[in-house]
């Protein structure tokens, strides 16, 4: 960045680069996967619909192979057949007629005979028509589905008996069309594999051959497609074929098509727009309130440079700058002071040294002055205080050393000092037993991690007992780890007081305080990990216990 443009101008540069730039950046990005997830969800939604039809469909299309099977397998039918006298017609066309009467996609039912040269034909609407001569094209029909007179025909072939021909209502299926909705196509074709419509959007198409521009997409497999029809762009969609090889052909104008795409397009190019715009607003108007105070700050700092002494800057807000500007004044003020009696000042300073030298107590001094205490108490056969001042001393070393990590054996012994001048106070109130593994004594563990719990153990855990209060220490390996149990049989600790400690407020009460046990099971996490830490067991009135769960670590270097 160059070092010719002024503050205000880095500011709103970096602003732009750190800020604005990477939010315009990663709204881009964002857009264009959304972008590409729509279209991949609207093609996948028109792949759902066709789905759905082509399911109805098949249904429809089962229920009227249904319908041949049945009665084509019918014994009244065979009866029929074998023998056309009046009183088995009469059975025969009773039998379809109840059959076709509740079913809404059978208009009728043609029967040709073995000889086939004649027709008999049974209408929904309850008419009936025996001994009709066969049409020449009849004859040559095999089993399948056919479109005759813009009508789809079922046909069954029933061995040499003669066949079954059901004439089904095309209305149907093209109701069954115009029940997609516009925007997902403009225009459906159900056809068959010769590209004669069975069906469309559009009233009486059925026979009629498909639009010259659809053809290719009938040998295409199941896919959405995009291509130039009637000079526009369409999103042409082909299903899987029904049951009996039938297709659907969804097409409709890739604007329309894409409208809800083209629309968020629209609305998400608006907003970068909008927020770049804004942001650059925002931006500059904040940069140059920022900037102003420290342009004044210059300002008053090139007069007091050039010897102005009665420079000053109003403070108007409460921030880092007022603050500086604050700072300014003190100086300003702090100079003319100076000025006016310089050697006073530095009289006054080098006396506060000296006197702050003065307090400065080495901490080997007060080593030295405890053992001389020790030794004095036991020349003069006070070996208690004596006992009491060794421990100080070796506690006071122990604090004071520099180390982070420590032996376990090293631990102990500090704690052993901690618990006699406990003891000594306390007396007979009070006893500490060790149990420590000696396999774990040269394992590491952070600087008086244990004292904290065993004091809130001996302190605060024997408060309102009147007999003996004992707490053991033990140390103890816990598959690849070690646990470290201090257990007291004081007052314990109330459910409640036990539910905050746990949840890490910092609570006091007459039985533990929390804040030291919450600062021991926050430095076991920071060492060793959130695996490790700290248990706590209580019943009130009878004792507490606590398991520190932490990691062997035999090199301090590698925590």
């Known amino acids: ?120 034909i049974i209408k929904k609407s309850g008419e009936t028509f025996n001994n009709f001569t066969i049409i020449e094209s009849y004859k040559k029909l095999k089993e399948g589905w056919y479109i005759k007179q813009y009508v789809p025909f079922y046909i069954k072939n029933i061995g040499e008996k003669g066949k079954i021909i059901i004439e089904v209502n095309a209305d149907i299926f093209y109701q069954s069309l115009n029940e997609i909705h516009y925007k997902q196509a403009k225009e459906v074709y159900l056809v068959n594999n010769l590209g004669q419509l069975i069906a469309s959007k559009e009233w009486n198409t059925t026979g009629n051959i498909i639009p010259a521009e659809y053809h290719s997409f009938l040998t295409k497999g199941s896919s959405v497609y995009e291509n130039i029809i009637s000079s526009e762009n369409h999103i042409v969609l082909v299903s899987e074929e029904l049951s009996n090889g039938w297709k659907l052909i969804f097409s409709t104008p890739r604007l329309e098509y894409l409208s809800d795409v083209l629309f968020f397009q629209y609305q998400m190019t608006a907003c970068i727009l909008v927020i770049a715009v804004a942001g650059l607003i925002i931006i500059v108007y904040v940069s140059k309130q920022l900037t102003r105070p420290l342009k004044d700050l210059a300002n008053e700092m090139n007069k007091f440079g050039q010897g102005d ?31 006016e009696s310089e050697y006073e000042q530095k009289v006054l300073k080098q006396n506060a040294e000296i006197r702050s030298l003065q307090m400065q107590i080495n901490p080997h001094f007060l080593y030295n002055t405890l053992d001389t205490i020790n030794w004095l108490a036991r020349m003069r056969g006070m070996d208690d205080v004596g006992d009491i001042t060794a421990s100080l001393g070796r506690l006071m070393r122990y604090s004071l050393s520099k180390k982070k990590y420590v ?153």
């Open 1 to 120: 960045m160059s070092n010719r443009l002024s503050f205000e101008k880095k500011l709103i540069l970096t602003v732009i680069l750190t800020i604005l730039l990477p939010i315009i950046i990663t709204i881009i990005l964002m857009y264009n996967i959304w972008e590409n997830t729509l279209y991949q969800k609207t093609d996948e939604y028109l792949k759902y619909v066709a789905d759905n039809i082509i399911i109805k469909l098949d249904k429809l299309i089962a229920d009227v192979e249904g319908a041949g099977i049945y009665i084509s397998e019918h014994e009244i039918l065979n009866d029929y057949l074998k023998n056309d006298n009046q009183t088995n017609a009469d059975k025969a066309c009773a039998l379809i007629k109840n059959y076709i009467s509740n079913n809404e996609i059978i208009n009728a039912v043609y029967i040709i005979g073995e000889n086939v040269e004649t027709l008999d």
């Open 407 to 559: 032996q376990i054996k090293e631990e102990i012994q500090n704690l052993k000092d901690y618990v006699e001048i406990q003891e000594i106070r306390y007396g007979d109130k009070v006893s500490v037993i060790f149990q420590v593994d000696k396999e774990l004594n040269t394992f590491y563990i952070p600087k008086l991690l244990i004292q904290p719990i065993v004091e809130n153990a001996i302190v605060h855990g024997i408060e309102g007992k009147v007999d003996e209060s004992t707490v053991f220490v033990k140390v103890e390996k816990s598959a690849q780890d070690i646990n470290i149990i201090i257990e007291d049989n004081g007052i314990g600790i109330s459910p409640e007081t036990l539910d905050k400690i746990l949840s890490k407020e910092d609570t006091k009460t007459s039985g533990h305080t929390s804040i030291g046990i919450t600062n021991v099971n926050k430095r076991i996490q920071m060492v060793y990990g959130k695996e490790y830490g700290m248990h706590i067991d209580s019943i009130q009135g009878k004792g507490t216990k606590i398991t520190l769960h932490i990691k062997k670590v035999s090199d301090p270097l590698s925590i």
């Open 309 to 339: 002494l009665n420079s000053h800057l109003e403070i108007r807000t409460q921030d880092e700058i007022a603050s500086l500007n604050h700072t300014f004044n003190q100086m300003v003020g702090d100079m003319k002071k100076l000025i």
